[in-house]
């Protein structure tokens, strides 16, 4: 069963401001500390190991957050360019939450709005269609209104385009997409008894479709070849698996990822650590670290 995208966007948010809350203030601690550590000369650090900790926590950090906003302004430029390509279509009609498209050439059927969806018919479709064959777009296309699958999509292809960097995400979620397809099919079809009635409509709609929006589409999601043929041979079709490289680079992101949003937690008992300074003691300028905090430590009235 798959699991809710609005689930794993809210608990991918949550994270994000948990690290942000109780991380990055740890994180930002240990980085100045160790900026003043190294005071102005930066090969004095080089023999510290912390110099590369923090590199390693802000190269993890960065390449969530490269994610997140390449996400983020691609699902924006896609929504703009479906909006606006919607507003230059010829809309003439609207019933309830159903529009019509004023136009005779084309055949094409999808639903979009996320709080409150619509679904959009060309006139087109109406004409070139039987009356079953009608029907059942129409059922497919209200699966996706009442599961408000516009939103879904939009949620998902949001996780997919901010973690690009891990093929398995993007794999699975392009097989929720196709699934969620295979559902609308499924409940579009159990109206009748044959099935080719949908198989025929998509085969129509797919040659004469030009309209592309980022929605959910009667011809959307996957194939429309694999689809019919599901819904002719009435055999369920196996999604396939991520192959062994995607799982690999997947695992290795993943525990990379892990480890560098994890160390924060303990940035701050790493970052008490490095009190001492060369104002401890003036003539150890050059004895940074542990030596000089121990013989300042130890003998803090001492005299050169």
Excluded at 21 to 44: D, K, N
Excluded at 140 to 163: N, W
Excluded at 244 to 267: G, Q
């Amino acid at each position: 069963m798959a699991i809710h995208p609005l689930i794993i966007v809210l608990t991918l948010a949550f994270g994000v401001l948990a690290w942000g809350a109780y991380g990055l203030p740890a994180l930002l601690g240990l980085t100045y500390a160790i900026a003043e550590f190294c005071q102005s000369i930066f090969v004095r650090c080089l023999g510290y190991i912390e110099i590369f900790k923090v590199l390693f926590l802000w190269s993890g950090a960065a390449t969530l957050i490269a994610g997140l906003a390449y996400g983020s302004c691609k699902g924006t430029a896609g929504l703009l360019r479906t909006n606006k390509a919607i507003k230059k279509l010829p809309l003439k009609k609207r019933i309830g939450s159903l529009i019509l498209i004023d136009d005779n050439l084309s055949r094409t059927a999808f639903t979009h709005g996320f709080l409150r969806p619509k679904i959009y018919i060309s006139k087109g479709l109406l004409n070139g269609l039987e009356r079953d064959e009608l029907k059942t777009v129409f059922l497919h296309e209200l699966y996706h209104k009442k599961r408000f699958d516009p939103l879904r999509f939009f949620l998902i292809s949001f996780l997919k385009d901010s973690f690009f960097y891990i093929p398995v995400i993007r794999h699975f979620i392009n097989n929720i997409r196709i699934r969620k397809e295979h559902e609308a099919d499924d409940a579009a079809a159990s109206s009748f008894r044959d099935k080719l009635n949908l198989a025929g409509a998509l085969i129509k709609v797919a040659s004469h479709n030009k309209f592309a929006v980022n929605s959910a589409s009667i011809t959307g999601g996957s194939p429309v070849s694999a689809r019919v043929r599901r819904l002719a041979e009435g055999k369920e079709v196996r999604l396939p698996l991520p192959g062994m490289r995607a799982i690999a680079l997947s695992i290795a992101v993943t525990v990379f990822l892990t480890l560098s949003l994890s160390l924060p937690l303990s940035a701050a008992n790493t970052a008490a650590k490095k009190e001492c300074s060369t104002n401890h003691c003036s003539a150890h300028i050059d004895k940074l670290g542990k030596s000089c905090k121990t013989h300042c430590g130890t003998k803090p009235m001492h005299t050169h």
